[in-house]
């Protein structure tokens, strides 16, 4: 309890939490996105994830092996994600197109069960692929750091959120702004209804896809930069703390599952200066019971009926 | 009765199924450019499905379907619309979460010019001022009779050459029902073709032209509605008596 | 009564046709390997999966061995890697696989104390050889199994040569991280209990969640504290991170681990410039000849591929000694003089000289702490005087 009335430690706390809730909520985008509009959860959002950040990873070792990287480090920053999010999004692309689309009318635990083996196929094949060895992302910027007293706050966790806000209001503005990311609604409330608008069903399902694959690889590089290593099992836990944080937001909700990732990432920081912090993973499931005990739809759930 | 020039829609012999039951059984029908067609018949007679095929929603096992001279069987429900069809399904369908606006925008998702669009949006509101007023509001909170004007007002955005309507009188008040058949025979008046699907046989048969009467999965009576409303079997079936 | 004796008699009169053939007695009956088939050494540990690195590097040490061997008494030696996912329930569903093959001599393995424990009781059924290269928890050898060996060290051994080297440093300020599992915990434990021995006190003591990357919330508590020094029990994964992440909260304590954390790639590639005066606790450093023929091969050697690369050839050993060759060409092996041959072995191995006590731990001194220290520009694990 003496931490939390520590002003100090407790805006430290806030901003750890900020960082890794920015980050959850990136990938809690790409469940719910897809959530809402094939009522289906993409368990292997977590290695779509993986693999933005082992795209990042390459091209970054690339640039920073031939010297690239140290006379144009920001271009290269951007390069790592741009690779990032088209190889995501080219196999977010892909999966739809291959181990969902098929399912589309079976019963709904077969594109679950479906999900499961992609998720479980693909960090196996990134084993192989690295040998299961961890990777190290190559430090191209210098960690600076803002020390004010005894707090000092890394510019890669300002960057962080900055960027995750950035992200998610790019994607606000496109999903309620332009005219696909309104047909993407549609198709979410009715998909018949949405084609015989004339709108193209498979297409707007492939880019939602696409975009949620995108947000995950951006997520993927940042994860890549701030904490440099990444293995073929590092999808796992974030993509189940994400889950979580789509859960808590109201999954098919995306203003939710921007506020629930970070809304668990706070609770997880604020939460080891109350209880020692082997609970941290009990705080975040201990949330996520709680909300749907007390708001089974999420704390930002659907209230709109649909009057006959 | 079917003139020399081929007809706009023609629908031949067509089977559909609809899971593993045989919902269609061979139906045929015909629409002519600027008529509007009734299309009655009781619960599961295969109503919705026939539409639904034609709209591309469902695919025919057998059989053909013509708009224009083309093909439908095989293509799917989008490119149905561009070729100028358009559905307003039983139900409404309405998109709930969207506002009024973007329910309109999403009707005229495949056409191309801001300005063509515009002008088409103020012409509906014109049709429908209840929707102007309320164009910013989420379709969800509108009444149902609102509803339905909108599910009509977004199905008229895709410039339809044939508009079909599924049961546009479904849990409606009488006075709101009156309101909008007008609206549907002022559509017809303006030049669209229509297919209604109506459960309200009366009504239909003020309003359409030509008739045709649907009996678990078959056509059972095709004629003008004039003859149809006199039809004995008809006034026992659908009219009450 | 009678008829029972009469049996008794056929069945001596039968079994004295049986041992001479054989040439020898064993109460645990033998392997027999036909003529023209290969031998096979088990592997079980962990190959893919979150630790799928320390498991491969595991398997690359036995590898080389068996390579290196190629055939004994003129049967080939194959290696058969099974992936135990670290695991109790897969363990033992690959030891009992493993002990059911009858051309099978006995396992290295396996990696994880979790998955060794359940497998042990399990070759002990068959009494099938196990020689583990990294599971280290004490209770493995404390529960009378006697197929059951180790080429590593056990934790107590370990978490007491770290305390000795915390107290003799006169470091007051502890606090302890585990990563809540079995290993983690009981290195964690012990440390503190020795610490406590010596009076000294543990500020706290926190578990984190394996494959979890982000301490920092953890770690901006801890700073709160000011400690000296933080011990972790835990593997290279997490231990690196931690290390990364205390110097970005700005911790300044030393940080001391375990032989999880004995990696050069895993840990002092992946942290840079954070791990430098890092202390983690390993075996003396492996013959220097042998790293450079492994990683001629596998590329950087990790942490358990020496300990891999002993067990195997201890096995390998212990059958060509204990094999006989029939005339039909088959071998012979007996299962106990196997495990006699190997309980009672003075081996001299890459990790130094290998006797097992009665427990079927190694015998003397084996763990030792090192440093990570950079020099000319390169960084690495220094070993520290005893």
């Known amino acids: 309890m003496e931490y939390l009335l520590n002003p100090e430690i407790l805006t430290a706390q806030i901003i750890n939490g900020l960082t890794i809730g920015g980050i959850y909520a990136l990938i809690a985008l790409g469940y719910t996105l897809v959530y809402g509009i094939l009522f289906m959860i993409n368990f292997a959002h977590g290695e779509i994830f993986m693999f933005g950040s082992f795209g990042g990873f390459a091209v970054l070792t690339l640039l ?60 196996n094949a990134m084993m192989l692929f690295t040998r299961g060895r961890m990777q190290v992302y190559p430090d191209i910027i210098p960690e600076n750091f803002i020390e004010i007293g005894w707090l000092s706050i890394s510019c890669f966790q300002i960057s962080i959120i900055l960027g995750c806000l950035l992200l998610m209001t790019g994607l ?24 015989l608008m004339g709108i193209d069903v498979n297409r707007i399902i492939t880019i939602t ?48 599952a921007m506020l629930g990732g970070f809304f668990l990432g706070l609770a997880e920081a604020l939460g080891v200066l109350v209880m020692p912090a082997q609970y941290k993973d009990l705080i975040a499931f201990g949330l996520l019971i709680l909300v749907l005990i007390i708001r089974p739809k999420g704390i930002m759930g659907e209230v709109v009926s649909e009057r006959v | ?57 469902l695919k025919p096992q057998k059989g053909q379907i013509k708009f224009e001279g083309t093909h439908l069987e095989h293509l799917p429900a989008h490119k149905i619309v561009s070729l100028g069809i358009a559905q307003v399904p039983e139900g409404r ?27 088409d949006m103020e012409q509906i509101y014109d049709l429908f001022p209840r929707l102007k007023e309320r164009r910013k509001q989420v379709a969800g909170t509108l009444s149902g009779g609102e509803q339905q004007m909108l599910a009509i007002a977004r199905a008229l955005m895709t410039r339809p050459k044939l508009l079909i309507l599924d049961e546009p009188s479904m849990g409606l008040a009488p006075l709101l029902i009156e309101n909008i058949f007008l609206t549907i025979k002022k559509i017809n008046q303006e030049g669209a073709t229509i297919l209604l699907v109506e459960q309200n046989a009366l009504l239909a048969f003020n309003i359409a032209c030509r008739g045709y009467v649907l009996q678990s999965g078959k056509i059972a009576l095709e004629d003008n509605c004039d003859n149809l409303s006199q039809n004995k079997m008809i006034k026992e079936l659908y009219l009450g008596g | ?63 080389m061995a068996v390579l290196e061997k190629k055939s004994i008494l003129g049967h080939p030696v194959i290696l058969q890697a099974e992936d135990d996912g670290c695991g109790g329930p897969t363990s033992v569903a690959i030891a009992e696989k493993m002990c059911n093959n009858p051309l099978l001599v006995g396992v290295v393995g396996y990696m994880c104390s979790g998955g060794s424990k359940p497998a042990s009781d399990v070759h002990n059924k068959y009494k099938v050889l196990m020689i583990s290269p990294s599971s280290t928890a004490m209770e493995l ?40 599992s079995d290993y983690g915990q009981s290195l964690a434990h012990d440390f503190t209990n020795h610490i406590s021995k010596n009076g000294l006190k543990i500020l706290a003591t926190e578990g984190l969640t394996r494959g979890d990357k982000d301490f920092a919330p953890i770690l901006t508590k801890i700073k709160f504290m000011r400690p000296e020094l933080i011990y972790f029990g835990g593997m290279a994964a997490e231990g690196v991170l931690l290390a990364r992440q205390m110097k970005r909260v700005g911790i300044r304590a030393y940080f001391m681990s375990d032989d999880g954390c004995y990696t050069a790639k895993d840990f002092i590639q992946a942290g840079g410039r954070a791990t430098n005066g890092c202390y983690v606790t390993y075996a003396k450093k492996p013959d220097a000849q042998w790293v450079k023929r492994f990683e001629s091969c596998y590329g950087p050697c990790q942490t358990f591929s020496p300990q891999a690369y002993d067990a195997t050839n201890i096995l390998l050993e212990a059958v060509t000694q204990v094999a006989k060759k029939q005339t039909d060409g088959s071998l012979i092996i007996g299962k106990k003089a196997l495990r006699d041959k190997v309980a009672g072995i003075q081996y001299k191995g890459i ?18 702490i090192y440093k990570v220290v950079e020099e000319n520009g390169k960084r690495f694990f220094k070993q520290l005087p005893l």
Request: hydrophobic fraction near 45%; aromatic fraction near 10%.
């Open chain 1, 64 to 123: 920073s092996n031939n010297g690239f990287s140290t006379t144009h480090p920001t271009l290269s920053i951007l390069c790592a994600f741009a690779a990032a999010i088209l190889i995501s999004s080219a196999l977010g692309a892909i999966l739809e197109r291959v181990a969902y689309r098929p399912l589309r009318d079976a019963p709904r635990l077969s594109p679950l069960i479906s999900a499961i083996g992609v998720s479980i196929f693909l960090q």
């Open chain 1, 172 to 195: 606000y503005i496109f999903i309620y702004k332009t005219k696909t990311g309104k047909a993407m609604r549609a198709v979410a409330e009715n998909r018949e209804a949405a084609s």
């Open chain 1, 209 to 256: 896809f696409i975009i949620g694959s995108a947000l995950a690889a951006a997520a993927g590089v940042m994860v890549g930069i701030y904490y440099t290593q990444i293995n073929h099992m590092m999808g796992f836990i974030p993509g189940i703390k994400a889950f979580t944080a789509a859960v808590l937001g109201g999954i098919g909700n995306v203003p939710g």
């Open chain 2, 1 to 57: 009765m079917i003139s020399q020039k081929q007809p706009f829609l023609d629908v031949q012999e067509i089977h559909t199924y609809y899971g593993k039951i045989h919902a269609l059984k061979g139906i045929s029908i015909t629409i002519n450019k600027g008529e509007m067609v009734t299309l009655i018949g009781s619960n599961g007679a295969g109503k919705t499905t026939l539409l639904n095929t034609i709209s591309g929603l």
């Open chain 2, 93 to 119: 369908k309405i998109f709930s979460r969207l506002t009024i606006m973007e329910n309109l925008e999403m009707g005229a998702f495949i056409r191309k010019g801001r300005r063509a669009i515009a002008q």
């Open chain 3, 1 to 63: 009564m009678k008829n029972k004796y009469q049996w008794y008699c056929l069945l001596v009169i039968m079994s004295l046709f049986f041992i001479p053939l054989s040439g020898y007695a064993d109460e645990w009956g033998f392997i027999t390997i036909p003529n023209g088939k290969p031998i096979r050494i088990g592997l079980g540990s962990m190959l893919s999966g979150d630790y799928a690195s320390m498991g491969i590097d595991i398997k690359n040490g036995a590898e």
């Open chain 3, 141 to 180: 050898t404390s529960r009378g199994i006697p197929v059951f060996f180790r080429t590593c060290w056990n934790d107590a051994t370990q978490a007491r040569c770290a305390a000795d080297f915390v107290i003799k440093k006169k470091w007051k300020k502890i606090v302890v991280l585990h990563d809540k």
């Open chain 3, 351 to 368: 990790t130094g000289k290998i006797a097992f006590n009665s427990h079927g731990d190694r015998t003397g001194s084996v763990v030792v």
